[in-house]
């Protein structure tokens, strides 16, 4: 006798494995970029290696999804190996610049900068595709644009604005490749119609690759076994963080194709604004009014969007259905 799930269990449970998993992924994540190691010789240094930490994201990522792969029996790749490079260079870039961003800003500023993608996604679409949007569209963007004005002014004295900039210089070219990964995702989509266990597979198995040569030739490597030698306790945040990476991947995957993007965008916009919110009374981020008022205006904007959009009516699909978007998979990788 099949055991069959009821619908709304199967959704709760998809909603709670992403805000545990990339909760817990951004409070390790948040803790070691953050953290002062002390050495046994007195002096204090950070975790800057973010090379490594990618590689560990994306390692985990392989092994997760080559798991799934071979105990649900998919399908074989219908693409050639190599085409997913491209999608790997540039989601590893993208990836490499929002987690060294982090040196830079708070994880909540990254959150929030991270937030706003319909920005980038708007102004190439005016400029470079000369599309023409909503005057809603335009006043939404209007309400990040804000909302990012706002929480990025400090007022505090001790602030390194010049720092602060490039950290968000980061982030702007974090989404920008977070688009141009749409793109040639979206192309690999349409001419091989490869799985989304698949697509996540193989681009995590070239970014791991080009990660590891990338840490060679750095000497990055060695110097972050290093540091994860004298601070031990470095090994179990890397394999929480890659780990929750994954699965909340999975999740991400699931809960799309058996039950929209549009609820997706709804449960992916609100985990990250309590993340914010986690990261300020945890982390003790001060955070002034005009402040909360850009959190504000930044996700209000984003729920607005979300729903003026009209959700799609669609019947739920297996965990092993091959149909996910590339603007999705952006998704799911973005957390």
């Known amino acids: 006798m099949e055991l069959k799930i009821p619908s709304n269990i199967q959704f709760l449970v998809a909603v709670v494995v992403i805000y545990v998993a990339y909760g817990r992924s951004a409070f390790v994540q948040e803790r070691m970029m953050s953290h002062t190691y002390v050495n046994e010789d007195g002096t204090t240094e950070k975790f800057v290696y973010t090379v490594y930490l990618l590689f560990f994201q994306t390692f985990c990522a392989v092994l997760t999804s080559k798991l799934v792969i071979f105990l649900l029996r998919l399908p074989g790749n219908a693409a050639p190996i190599t085409s997913y490079f491209l999608v790997s260079a540039t989601f590893i870039l993208a990836q490499f610049f929002s987690v060294h961003s982090l040196l830079y800003v708070s994880y909540p500023a990254a959150v929030l900068a991270k937030s706003c993608k319909p920005i980038p996604v708007m102004l190439i679409g005016i400029f470079v595709l000369r599309k023409h949007y909503a005057f809603s569209k335009y006043v939404y963007v209007g309400m ?8 990025s002014y400090n007022p505090n004295k001790g602030t390194d604005h010049a720092t602060t900039m490039w950290g968000y210089i980061l982030l702007a070219a974090s989404l920008g490749l977070d688009g141009v990964t749409g793109n040639f995702q979206e192309k690999l989509v349409k ?3 490869p799985s989304s266990n698949h697509l996540m597979y193989y681009s995590n198995l ?3 690759f080009l990660l590891f040569i990338a840490l060679l030739f750095t000497g990055e490597f060695a110097d972050a076994m290093s540091f994860s030698q004298r601070h031990p306790q470095v090994f179990d945040d890397l394999l929480w963080f890659g780990l929750c990476n994954a699965i909340g991947q999975h999740a991400v995957y699931f809960l799309v194709r058996n039950f929209g993007a549009l609820v ?7 985990r990250k604004f309590f993340s914010i919110l986690w990261s300020v009374v945890w982390f003790g981020h001060p955070v002034t009014n005009l402040q909360w008022t850009g959190v504000f205006l930044v996700f209000a904007s984003l729920i607005l969007d979300v729903y003026k959009k009209t959700p799609p009516k669609a019947e739920p ?5 091959p149909e996910v978007t590339h603007k999705e998979d952006v998704e799911a990788r973005s957390r």
């Open 144 to 151: 990040m644009c804000l909302g990012i004005v706002f929480f």
């Open 191 to 193: 001419l091989y119609s």
């Open 317 to 321: 699909l297996s965990p092993a259905s």
């Open 206 to 208: 070239w970014a791991s």
């Open 264 to 270: 997706l965008s709804t449960v992916t916009t609100t």
